[in-house]
């Protein structure tokens, strides 16, 4: 399950995405329009442009605003920036694999064997989408919706 502070992550990327390209945005519009705890939004935006995701302008028309196309964001790195493994088990973990103290040979144990498969499929699902993708997807919905 994605934690809360990914969720948000996500869902202010879309909203910046969706911005005319580098037009920065505050973070109490963010906050409001995606329904966001602002100091909660604050340190999310740090992680974000600390990542080399956004970037920020201050002052009088300043904001955050994303640093690269929306189509070069893939959603496993955002995930992983919050959230850490993107794996069910931690002996099939790329980036933090452990072994699993109670696994006797990993070579043949069979629940590894299948959450490697799944975590190789999210993987490589997460990273084909993007924040453009999202919005096309969510453009799709819409467009499903009025028929």
């Known amino acids: 399950m994605l934690s809360k502070k990914t969720k948000y992550a996500i869902n202010a990327l879309v909203y910046l995405a969706k911005q005319p390209e580098k037009s920065p945005v505050l973070i109490s519009e963010i ?3 995606e329904h966001i705890p602002q100091k909660f ?3 999310i ?6 990542a080399g995701i956004l970037n920020s302008k201050k002052g009088k028309g300043g904001g955050y605003y994303l640093i690269k196309p929306a189509d070069q964001v893939n959603i496993a790195d955002v ?3 919050f959230d850490g ?7 099939v973990s790329y980036k933090y694999y452990e072994r699993c103290e109670e696994c006797k040979d990993e070579e043949v144990c069979g629940i590894r064997d299948l959450f490697s498969e799944v975590r190789a499929v ?5 990273k084909e989408n993007s924040l453009a ?3 096309r997807r969510e453009d799709a919905l819409l467009n499903e919706k009025k028929i």
């Open 122 to 126: 999210t993987v490589k699902l997460l």
């Open 79 to 81: 995930m992983r920036l």
């Open 41 to 43: 939004l604050e340190a």
């Open 31 to 33: 906050a409001q329009s």
């Open 45 to 50: 935006l740090l992680d974000l442009k600390n």
């Open 85 to 91: 493994a993107i794996a069910y088990l931690p002996c």
């Open 133 to 135: 993708d999202i919005i």
